[in-house]
């Protein structure tokens, strides 16, 4: 058995090739987590651009939840190389895909008159998706357990840099900028029927245009659209706690779906959702 475990490949450990890059080997100190994962290292998009990786501005260390990590990048537009954001993580394979959300409202923004939502929008660049092969250990798992395992995918954004909305210092600033945010998520959910879900201080965010400060509301990947899916796609609780639901909090036993639990041929098995 140590044999075989010794034996497997990267793809059977469950590592995606696209981000199978060189191991850096500087850690925090004290804490064993790598700092810039993919720091220097180039990655090809599928519409023929690259990325060349920058530092890691977060990461996801949690089992629960969908491993987020974000990170600064350079990549070529319009012949410049243009400083970016590039956000990739596992959600469940049932969710809507973040770009489309974006899409959908920059798109009614656009047709029905309301452009100044764009403003408080992300402005998303690139987006995909990958899928693991029939090698990979989700793959595996998915085929045993059927519907009980969610089956996760790659999904990767590339979006224009947005400057966190902590750096602010002054009042009118800050009150243009929460202001903005505001109608921004109530035009979503009253226009376009999309309920962000996901509203704290990290996903609010701010840009300049011609030196004036407009507030982003950011991160759509919990995002619904009222009008299209039920409220909820994934067997995972996850959310921002003084945003959540108060019996989601209290004490007692876990809420269902924390956990994804199966059984099959008298093996049960607890597995994290991003596993």
Avoid at 1 to 26: I, S
Avoid at 133 to 145: A, C, G, N, V
Avoid at 182 to 202: G, P, V
Wanted: charged fraction near 25%; include cysteine; hydrophobic fraction near 35%.
């Amino acid at each position: 058995m140590l044999q075989g475990v010794a034996d497997l490949t990267e793809n059977q450990w469950g590592y995606y090739p696209l981000l199978n890059q060189p191991r850096p080997t500087k850690l925090y100190p004290g804490q064993g987590v790598l700092t810039h994962p993919l720091a220097d290292s180039v990655i090809a998009l599928n519409n023929g651009r690259s990325l060349i990786m920058g530092e890691t501005i977060f990461q996801s260390h949690g089992i629960i939840g969908r491993g987020t990590c974000v990170s600064r990048a350079k990549m070529e537009v319009m012949g410049e190389q243009k400083d970016v954001i590039v956000k990739w993580s596992w959600p469940a394979k049932t969710t809507t895909l973040e770009a489309d959300l974006v899409k959908i409202a920059t798109d009614l923004a656009t047709s029905s008159g309301d452009s100044w939502v764009l403003n408080h929008l992300p402005n998303i660049l690139h987006a995909e998706q990958k899928e693991f092969d029939e090698d990979s250990p989700q793959h595996h798992l998915s085929e045993h357990f059927g519907e009980v395992y969610e089956l996760r995918v790659l999904r990767l954004v590339v979006q224009e840099r947005l400057r966190p909305i902590t750096e602010l210092t002054t009042a009118d600033e800050l009150r243009e900028a929460f202001h903005g945010i505001f109608k921004c998520y109530r035009w979503l959910y009253e226009n376009a029927r999309i309920m962000h879900r996901d509203i704290s201080r990290n996903n609010l965010m701010y840009r300049r245009i011609d030196g004036k400060v407009y507030g982003v509301l950011n991160d759509f990947d919990l995002s619904a659209h009222l009008d299209k899916e039920s409220p909820s796609t994934s067997k995972q609780r996850t959310g921002t706690e003084p945003y959540m639901a108060i019996d989601l909090l209290v004490n007692g036993p876990p809420p269902p779906g924390r956990w994804s639990h199966a059984s099959k041929g008298g093996l049960s098995i607890f597995f994290p959702s991003w596993y």
